[in-house]
T-cell receptor, first 112, second 118 residues
Framework: TQLLEQSPQFLSIQEGENLTVYCNSSSVFSSLQWYRQEPGEGPVLLVTVVTGGEVKKLKRLTFQFGDARKDSSLHITAAQPGDTGLYLCAGAQYSSASKIIFGSGTRLSIRP | GAVVSQHPSWVICKSGTSVKIECRSLDFQATTMFWYRQFPKKSLMLMATSNEGSKATYEQGVEKDKFLINHASLTLSTLTVTSAHPEDSSFYIC??????????????FGPGTRLTVL
């Protein structure tokens, strides 16, 4: 079983639509990261959230860390084909500042 | 800054042979490096944590005698897949962190190595 569950697993939507990806756990994390990965490449960090309830914006992407630091969401406004990819959340636990556990992943496809 | 490279980017080998993958931090010293494997359409699974000059810490279910990790310097870690079999075929990704913060130390990821065992 995955410590961090993402939903949905797959999402295919039309260009211009909005979407939200969820990352849930029963564990508390000291910080949580969101990555985007293209096929055949390593993951690229999008954002790190540290404070419970924190909201960060990156252009059309909005990231939120749950108040209890157990969950997070990624909202994309007006999705574009360039947003296509595998989105991964990853949590750092208090027991280790460096070690992170990846979520199950959400594969996003934006149709032109 | 904060670039991590992997070599090779892809490798094909015969069953029973050993394959070595290198992970280098190009512009910083990495106190800790991590090795992940990723199966098609799946997420990254942590295999082991490697600290310079000490033995690697393996995650549950990862065979340490099969996946040999050497972190000989602050800029290089190697993963050797010994006696590789087709089920070892996967995408192997390393990451490195300078490890300067007590709260969270960002990991910088390499581009991955695609291993295919025939």
């Amino acid at each position: 079983t995955q410590l961090l569950e993402q939903s949905p697993q797959f999402l295919s939507i039309q260009e211009g639509e909005n979407l939200t990806v969820y990352c849930n756990s029963s564990s508390v994390f000291s910080s949580l990261q969101w990555y985007r990965q293209e096929p055949g490449e390593g993951p690229v960090l999008l954002v790190t959230v540290v404070t419970g309830g924190e909201v960060k914006k990156l252009k059309r992407l909005t990231f939120q860390f749950g108040d209890a630091r157990k969950d997070s969401s990624l909202h994309i406004t007006a999705a574009q084909p360039g947003d296509t990819g595998l989105y991964l959340c990853a949590g750092a636990q208090y027991s280790s500042a460096s070690k992170i556990i990846f979520g199950s992943g959400t594969r996003l496809s934006i149709r032109p | 800054g904060a670039v991590v490279s992997q070599h090779p980017s892809w490798v094909i080998c015969k069953s029973g042979t050993s394959v070595k993958i290198e992970c280098r931090s190009l512009d910083f010293q990495a106190t800790t490096m991590f090795w992940y494997r990723q199966f098609p359409k799946k997420s990254l699974m942590l295999m082991a944590t490697s600290n310079e000059g000490s033995k690697a810490t393996y995650e549950q279910g990862v065979e340490k005698d099969k996946f040999l990790i050497n972190h000989a310097s602050l800029t290089l870690s190697t993963l050797t897949v010994t006696s590789a079999h087709p089920e070892d075929s996967s995408f192997y990704i390393c990451s490195a962190t300078p490890g300067t913060s007590g709260t969270y130390n960002e990991q910088f990821f390499g581009p991955g190595t695609r291993l295919t065992v025939l």
